[in-house]
């Protein structure tokens, strides 16, 4: 018996010991050796030429690095903005090129791993909050231009803050485990069949633009499902749902216009989205959104509900409460006013099979993105004090199966629920 059990550990110990080289393996595989990695205290490397910053910058501005890396009120790049995710709280290191706390040691090719591998200057490896399943395919020539970029903007001294994450997700074998399972670097490839302006979208799309880490649905380990077909799914703790991008996105100059100013005519960027417009898409050049939204349009359309969009059951309470609040601003058929309020007739964010934006909207109300081909955005007033959930409830539902829109109606618990997620 004893001998027998002895064998028994022996052999489970043995598969323990495979198991970890096999994890230690799929999280090394593709690493270059020899990679100069740190610079020494007062070392300095060639000064990068005015062209590489320029560039730098931009595709800094196409990767919203900004959003993420500056706390409210803080310093740009400095890093510390908190980051909440369904493990635990995640915040943002400093970017700037301090000795001490931020990339001042930090060589080129240090900052190619980071996008490419994942892993930090000391070998540690980083959480996916920092979008490296999508970086991983920025080619190596932009990730100098970005690393010329920040080592050119002024130092600042601004330690990291701990992140603070609930166990084992606060480990490394658990991050290790979680890569080996979902991650692997990946080298770009251009598709020999598609002309080149679809390949630089789909470039900027799956790279640095890392549209699927909002747009793709999310497994019970926060890793990305069908990362490629980018289906739309629920940001996790923002109560907003991030549509699917390929289908009926409209006419490719109308996506070209609400990725440059925020809004179209038959959309508006709200929620998340703003926020990208408002720091990054609408710094990007003509010719680039063109080419996003040309390898966008090429998505497949997501499958319809296949169950029949039930009615609400208060559609003339629903009615109602949109000529006393909706009206004046969005016409009584939702045809909406040009160039100030958007149509709800026809309108895709409406029509969602999820409902979720347009009761987030009526509670909190909001604005689309300032941009230059926009400067003065018409808002919408938050209803939550005024209106009660089965108010919500109905207009929504009012407003999500009228004018030809057949969306699915809004419960009154789905808007007690997005209400209560928002308080203290």
């Not at 915040?91 to 301090?98: E, G, S």
């Not at 080149?196 to 999310?218: D, I, P, T």
């Not at 609408?282 to 039930?310: G, I, K, R």
Request: glycine fraction near 10%; hydrophobic fraction near 45%.
């Amino acid at each position: 018996m004893r001998k027998s059990l002895m064998r028994w550990l022996l052999a489970l110990c043995g598969l323990l010991m495979a198991g970890l080289a096999l994890v230690a393996w799929l999280n090394l595989r593709g690493e270059a050796a020899g990679a100069q990695l740190f610079r020494e205290p007062g070392a300095a490397i060639a000064p990068a030429s005015p062209a590489l910053i320029e560039k730098g910058a931009y595709l800094a501005r196409a990767g919203n690095c900004m959003a993420c890396h500056t706390a409210q009120g803080g310093a740009e790049y400095a890093g510390g903005r908190a980051i909440e995710t369904p493990f635990g709280v995640i915040h943002a290191p400093n970017l700037t090129p301090d000795p001490e706390t931020g990339l001042g040691r930090w060589t080129p090719d240090a900052f190619w791993r980071a996008l490419h591998h994942g892993r930090s200057q000391d070998g540690r490896l980083l959480y996916p909050a920092f979008p490296y399943p999508q970086y991983t395919r920025v080619v190596r020539e932009d990730a100098d231009a970005l690393f010329a970029y920040l080592q050119s903007l002024a130092p600042v001294h601004a330690p990291a803050k701990a992140h603070a994450l609930t166990f084992p997700f606060n480990t490394q074998a658990a991050l290790a485990v979680w890569r080996a399972l979902y991650f692997r670097a990946e080298a770009w490839q251009p598709a020999a069949d598609a002309p080149a302006e679809w390949n630089r979208g789909a470039y900027l799309v799956q790279g640095l633009g890392h549209c699927a880490a909002c747009h793709s649905a999310r497994n019970s380990w926060g890793a990305s499902v069908e990362e490629g077909l980018m289906r739309g799914g629920m940001m996790a703790l923002q109560d907003w749902y991030a549509p699917a991008l390929g289908g009926a996105l409209g006419p490719r100059e109308d996506l070209v216009r609400l990725l440059k100013t925020g809004v179209s005519p038959s959309a508006s960027a709200s929620g998340p989205m703003a926020e990208v417009v408002f720091r990054s898409t609408q710094y990007l050049t003509t010719t680039d959104l063109q080419a996003m939204a040309t390898y966008l349009q090429t998505l497949p359309a997501p499958q319809a509900p296949a169950t029949p969009v039930a009615k609400a059951n208060d559609a003339l309470l629903g009615a109602k409460v949109y000529t006393q609040h909706c009206a004046q601003c969005h016409g009584e058929q939702g045809e909406g006013r040009p160039g100030a309020f958007g149509a709800l007739a026809g309108n895709r964010a409406v029509n969602l099979a999820d409902g979720s934006n347009v009761v987030r909207m009526v509670l909190q109300g909001g604005y689309p993105p300032a941009t230059a081909g926009n400067p003065r955005p018409h808002g919408m007033p938050p209803f939550s004090h005024q209106l009660s959930d089965a108010q919500i409830a109905a207009v929504s539902s009012y407003v999500r199966q009228s004018w030809g829109n057949m969306a699915p109606a809004v419960g009154t618990i789905e808007v007690y629920r997005a209400r209560e997620k928002k308080r203290p």
